[in-house]
């Protein structure tokens, strides 16, 4: 079980430049949710799917942010024209459904915007 | 906001058991509580979670006070692959959202 995949680790964009990050849950897995997390503000959820359908987005941000899940093998976080305040580490975890299930969180992408 | 109130930093010597307490005097009922810890450059990673009384895995262990206010994650024989924040959370996923919300956690410092 390779855990959860993150895709860059690394990304480095300019101001007004969009940034896509990628997400692989754990094979199996229903349940995807995006965190991203700052020294200021520390790790705050953003969204989460269930079966695919988007459930709670009420920690993104209202422009510029947007999560798909197009199919159940992978997520895609893409911020649209990013602001040095992006910069952040976003996280991506899977889990199963069900209650009380525990979230399997991935290394995270470390986006820098400059 | 988190429902948890936690020590911001504690130290240890390896081999030594460290006890993090946290504090959730609002719990409800039908909220579980969940050990996560994070060590740098990785996401956080699931290490227990309970009701009420003992709960024990091959990572640690945790007491839950009778009345559910105070729960304390015991980790035996610490080593220096143990230094890392440790968040407390308390959460209803059944009924509510899934989402985990993390405090500030406690940064244990582990010292050889």
């Known amino acids: 079980n390779a855990g959860v995949i993150q895709t860059p680790r690394h990304k480095v964009t300019g101001k007004g430049q969009e940034a896509t990050l990628w997400c692989e849950p754990i094979?199996?897995?229903?349940?995807v949710f995006w965190y991203r997390q700052t020294i200021v503000q520390g790790l705050e959820f953003l969204t989460y799917?269930?079966?695919?359908?988007?459930?709670?987005d009420s920690g993104m941000p209202k422009e510029r942010f947007s999560a798909q899940m197009p199919n159940q093998s992978h997520s895609t976080l893409k911020i649209q024209s990013t602001q040095p305040q992006d910069s952040a580490v976003y996280l991506c975890?899977?889990?199963?459904?069900?209650?009380?299930?525990?979230?399997?969180f991935g290394p995270g992408t470390r986006l820098l915007v400059l | 906001l988190a429902k948890t109130t936690q020590p911001p930093s504690m130290e240890a010597y390896e081999g030594q058991e460290v006890n993090v307490s946290c504090s959730h005097t609002?719990?409800?009922?039908?909220?579980?509580i969940y050990w996560y810890r994070q060590v740098p450059h990785q996401g956080p990673q699931f290490i227990i979670q309970?009701?009420?009384d003992y709960v024990v895995n091959e990572v640690a262990s945790l007491f839950i006070s009778a009345d559910r206010k105070l729960s304390t994650l015991s980790l035996p024989w610490v080593s220096l692959r143990d230094a890392a924040v440790y968040y407390c959370?308390?959460?209803?996923?059944?009924?509510?959202?899934?989402?985990?919300?993390f405090g500030s956690g406690t940064q244990l410092t582990v010292m050889p």
């Open positions: 959370i308390v959460t209803d996923i059944p009924s509510g959202s899934w989402q985990l919300i």
């Open positions: 309970g009701y009420k």
């Open positions: 975890a899977s889990s199963l459904l069900g209650g009380r299930a525990t979230q399997y």
């Open positions: 609002n719990i409800a009922t039908s909220e579980y």
């Open positions: 799917f269930r079966n695919q359908a988007p459930i709670d």
């Open positions: 094979s199996g897995h229903s349940a």
